[in-house]
T-cell receptor, first 115, second 113 residues
Framework: EPEVTQTPSHQVTQMGQEVILRCVPISNHLYFYWYRQILGQKVEFLVS????????KSEIFDDQFSVERPDGSNFTLKIRSTKLEDSAMYFC?????????????FGAGSRLTVL | DQQVKQNSPSLSVQEGRISILNCDYTNSMFDYFLWYKKYPAEGPTFLIS?????DKNEDGRFTVFLNKSAKHLSLHIVPSQPGDSAVYFC????????????FGKGTKLSVKP
């Protein structure tokens, strides 16, 4: 069964450092997403991406965050200068349609720990 | 701002019995509701969904019921199996959103043999 692949599975970084989280969405999917889950809290939407543009972003997705699809297969989330509160599990997701069912396929997540 | 609430953090059920997971929402503009299941060290996996114009959707052992007047939905698992033990997330979205699923905090289901 096709799956969304995320790397790294766990990254530890110092506050203020830049971090790039990588995702390989399902090959025929056109819509890409990032969500995050801070420990003990709910899964929160960060951003959606289609046709090389951000479709929608949440209040969390401020100027410190950016997304990119550098080639035909990867989808990345960059945090420019990490803060302690960025420590969370970051989930990438993709879908082949958007609208009626909005069924997203999620990756296993990348755990980010900011010290 | 909890638009989607799952008030029970955990639920324990005996194998073979029914599991009922509940979810409440506050935004009457939601068009679709979904249930995702999550095992440790994995991402959420889509389980079942329901449109806001329906009151029931069934898929095998899983049935979702929607009560719009009460802004309440529930997931029934019958019969429950030990492999169903996971965290279950209720989620909702509006048709105009671009992938912005609003999740509840999740309910951890334990099915005991």
């Amino acid at each position: 069964e096709p799956e969304v692949t995320q790397t790294p599975s766990h990254q530890v970084t110092q506050m203020g450092q830049e971090v790039i989280l990588r995702c390989v969405p399902i090959s025929n999917h056109l819509y890409f997403y990032w969500y995050r889950q801070i420990l003990g809290q709910k899964v929160e939407f960060l951003v959606s991406f289609y046709n090389n543009e951000i479709s929608e972003k949440s209040e969390i997705f401020d100027d410190q965050f950016s997304v990119e699809r550098p080639d035909g297969s990867n989808f990345t989330l960059k945090i420019r200068s990490t803060k302690l509160e960025d420590s969370a599990m970051y989930f990438c997701a993709s879908s082949d349609i958007q609208g009626m069912a909005n069924v997203l396929t999620f990756g296993a997540g990348s755990r980010l720990t900011v010290l | 701002d909890q638009q989607v609430k799952q008030n029970s953090p955990s639920l324990s059920v005996q194998e073979g019995r029914i599991s009922i997971l509940n979810c409440d929402y506050t935004n009457s503009m939601f068009d679709y509701f979904l249930w995702y299941k999550k095992y440790p060290a994995e991402g959420p996996t889509f389980l079942i969904s329901i449109s806001s114009i329906k009151d029931k959707n069934e898929d095998g052992r899983f049935t979702v019921f929607l009560n719009k007047s009460a802004k309440h939905l529930s997931l029934h698992i019958v019969p429950s199996q030990p492999g169903d033990s996971a965290v279950y997330f209720c989620a909702a979205f509006s048709r105009g959103s671009q992938g912005n699923l609003i999740f509840g905090k999740g309910t951890k289901l334990s099915v005991k043999p």
